[in-house]
């Protein structure tokens, strides 16, 4: 394979903050990727419709990323009003960029545990790998497995890979576990916070504050 390895980060980014960015940094650097793809998701199927519009969320990945050539937004959820799911996201960008090349889908260690409740989430790992990043601190992965779904063990079992090498090596079908700085941060904070006046500074970039603090984003919330 010649194309360095492509980091796919979705997500409602309701707000994006410093959080998700560490993700993608610490992902691109243990996996040696060539970029990370944003992807803002449009009409979730798994949770209620985000506070702040497609296109609202959309400018503030765009600002959050601004100045990081390997951070690239990828508006293509956003521009649909269907739901979304990740295993088309990914049967579309597959297309586009062929069946040699490399995808990486960067899941929290939360999100990855409930992987099995995913739309056709077993299709997932025929078109890309997948990138678990587990949080300092918590539960290690190999354990919390142990409480999983059995579907989703035996997967992880037969697929988790020792090094990132086979990320380079193969399109897809493996799982690499990454080790993540321990960031309190949630999106769901960031709103409370706002709805009661209080400052999100430093848990969000200033261009995505500034955005949030001149649109009056999530102040009902």
Same mark, same amino acid.
């Given at each position: 394979?010649?194309?360095?390895? %492509? ?15 560490? %993700? ?105 790998? %997948? ?27 037969? =697929? ?29 904070? %960031? ?27 999530? =102040?009902?919330?």
């Amino acid at each position: 394979m010649n194309h360095s390895p %492509i980091g796919i980060l979705g997500g409602t980014f309701d707000p994006i903050h410093l959080g998700h960015l560490r %993700i993608a940094q610490e992902a691109l650097e243990q996996c040696d990727l060539g970029q990370v793809r944003f992807i803002p998701g449009g009409t979730p199927p798994h949770r209620a419709a985000p506070a702040a519009s497609a296109a609202q969320r959309l400018e503030m990945v765009v600002r959050a990323i601004h100045g990081n050539p390997q951070f690239v937004v990828d508006a293509r959820e956003v521009m649909r009003s269907d739901p979304c799911y990740t295993v088309d996201t990914l049967d579309e960008l597959r297309a586009e960029l062929g069946v040699e090349q490399s995808l990486c889908l960067i899941l929290g260690g939360d999100a990855f545990l409930q992987l099995h409740t995913w739309h056709e989430w077993h299709r997932l790992f025929a078109l890309a790998h %997948i990138v678990v990043l587990q949080r300092a601190g918590g539960l290690p992965l190999g354990n919390a497995m142990k409480l999983a779904d059995a579907a989703l063990q035996a997967e992880y079992q037969a =697929r988790l890979a020792p090094g990132a090498q086979v990320l380079h090596e193969t399109p897809g079908g493996a799982i690499f576990v990454a080790d993540m700085p321990a960031l309190e941060i949630s999106a769901t904070d %960031i709103r409370r916070r706002c709805a009661i006046g209080k400052s999100i500074r430093y848990l969000t970039p200033d261009t995505v504050t500034d955005f949030i603090n001149s649109n009056s984003l999530y =102040r009902s919330c």
